[in-house]
């Protein structure tokens, strides 16, 4: 039988003893496929709906904060267990206050640790659009959170980019529309090797304003700094 419906109303593809609504089972190579062919491009395309409410179908009622709209699981078995257990989740509450034509809710990637299967929202978006990682209540655009102390910091930039001459590398633009007003960046000098920068704005990005090298010397209008610290372009021994 391709597909089964048993006598509680549980329909099976693939398998003949379904154990929920639906559930599709296919071995190695096996694939779910939702397709969609159309001409316009505002039709929609394929959609999956996740559709909530409190009371019943035929007389739903409203959600609430904290209600869980829809969770998409992902579950192993255990290599050394006898059962299934999370591995990861994507899980859709209710968030926030809501009217007649508003219902937010954030979303949250869920991980568990190494000791069980309990899952931690660990990457959050509010309906506002601030991300937290590491916090489900971000308080900024990007909230980074961490309880490592130590060498482990909460965030880490890197390049691929394995050549460096005297050369910015990695780095943050501060900017407002689209106009870079300052840079931050690490700093290779072939010399000391890596440091800091630091350039501002008048009607363009400028020069190198503040310069911090390896050897911890510090320039101000200075981008190879000869002492400790530094200021303006002459220097003589």
Do not use: C, M
Not at 92 to 99: E, K, L
Not at 140 to 164: K, M, Y
């Amino acid at each position: 039988n391709q597909i089964v419906f048993n006598s509680v109303g549980n329909v099976g593809i693939g398998t003949t003893s379904p154990g929920k609504k639906l559930q599709i089972s296919a071995g190695d190579g096996g694939h779910l496929l939702l397709q969609y062919s159309g001409s316009t491009g505002n039709s929609g395309a394929v959609r999956q709906i996740f559709q909530r409410s409190t009371g019943t179908e035929a007389s739903p009622a409203g959600t609430n904060d904290g209600t869980i709209i829809g969770t998409t699981s992902y579950v192993a078995y255990a290599p050394s267990g006898s059962s299934y257990r999370n591995s990861a989740a994507i899980i859709v509450t209710r968030h926030g206050a809501a009217n007649t034509v508003s219902a937010p809710a954030k979303i949250a990637l869920a991980t568990p640790g190494t000791a069980d299967d309990t899952l931690v929202d660990r990457l959050t978006v509010l309906p506002g659009g601030s991300v937290g990682i590491g916090t489900s209540n971000p308080r900024a655009t990007l909230d980074v959170s961490t309880a490592v102390d130590g060498d482990s910091f909460p965030l880490r930039i890197t390049s691929t980019d394995g050549g460096h001459s005297n050369d910015q590398l990695l780095g943050i633009d501060f900017a407002q529309n689209n106009i870079v007003l300052n840079k931050f960046y690490s700093r290779y000098d072939s010399s000391v090797g890596w440091g800091f920068g630091f350039k501002g704005y008048t009607n363009s990005l400028t020069g190198e304003l503040f310069t911090i090298l390896a050897n911890g010397n510090v320039g101000i209008g200075q981008t190879a700094p000869k002492a400790d610290l530094h200021i303006g372009s002459a220097f003589s021994d």
